[in-house]
């Protein structure tokens, strides 16, 4: 079946540094797909999202480019900030035989110090 | 614009009770997703609600059910509660497009449920 597999954390980066976050993805046809944060004591917040093959979705800064050929939907920051301190979580939905779910990763922890 | 709302913010509930969990979908959205987080995981799919029915379920055990108004609020039941229940419960909200497969969903908060 379909399934998202993202970097592990913690990340701990220094304020102004670059941020990757790796994320690969498994499924059939042609999924969405999404980049999602949780900041601490809130709720999943959309932050970019691509539809289709070549696509890049873009953010706050953030960015990630939809890649079939790699299976890929890494997401980039050129200089973090502290507030971007939160965990990230990649996710597709779509593909075939599931067009309504979401499919997430397991999330990967960011903490950014001044 | 009201988004997703849920409520309760909170609960705490002992073994083998029941938990009804409430959510209020983002204005013009008729799709309610409910996903389970367990705490330093992945949110996983629980089901989906559309036209009032149960359109899609992950892997949870029949103790997991739900129901879906006419006016697209939904509830989580959960029945016969074990201590592994404990978790953050999101609700999503989105518009099915007909003819695609995208599915962007806005999250609620989440309702924090603690199993004794």
């Known amino acids: 079946g379909n399934s998202v597999t993202q970097m592990e954390g913690p990340v701990t980066l220094s304020e102004e540094a670059f941020l990757t976050i790796n994320c690969t993805y498994t499924a059939t046809g042609y999924p969405s797909l999404f980049w999602y944060v949780q900041y601490p004591g809130e709720g999943l917040q959309l932050l970019l999202k691509?539809?289709?093959a070549d696509d890049k979705g873009s953010n706050k800064g953030f960015e990630a480019t939809y890649r079939k050929e790699t299976t890929s939907f890494h997401l980039e920051k050129g200089s973090v900030q502290v507030s971007d301190s939160a965990v990230y979580f990649c996710a597709l939905s779509g593909g075939a035989g599931n067009n309504r779910k979401l499919i997430w990763g397991l999330g990967t922890s960011l903490a950014v110090n001044p | 614009d009201a988004g997703v709302t849920q409520s309760p913010t909170h609960l705490i509930k002992t073994r083998g009770q029941q938990v009804t969990l409430r959510c209020s979908p983002k204005s013009g959205h008729d799709t309610v997703s409910w996903y389970q987080q367990a705490l330093g995981q992945g949110p996983q799919f629980i089901f989906q609600?559309?036209?009032?029915?149960?359109?899609q379920r992950g892997n949870f055990p029949d103790r997991f059910s739900g129901h879906q108004f006419p006016n697209y609020s939904s509830e989580l039941n959960v029945n016969a509660l074990l201590l592994g229940d404990s978790a953050l419960y999101l609700c999503?909200?989105?518009?099915?497009?007909?003819?695609?497969?995208?599915?962007?969903?806005?999250f609620g908060p989440g309702t924090r449920l603690t199993v004794l």
């Open positions: 609600y559309y036209e009032e029915e149960e359109r």
């Open positions: 999503a909200s989105s518009l099915v497009p007909l003819l695609s497969s995208y599915n962007e969903q806005f």
């Open positions: 691509a539809t289709k």
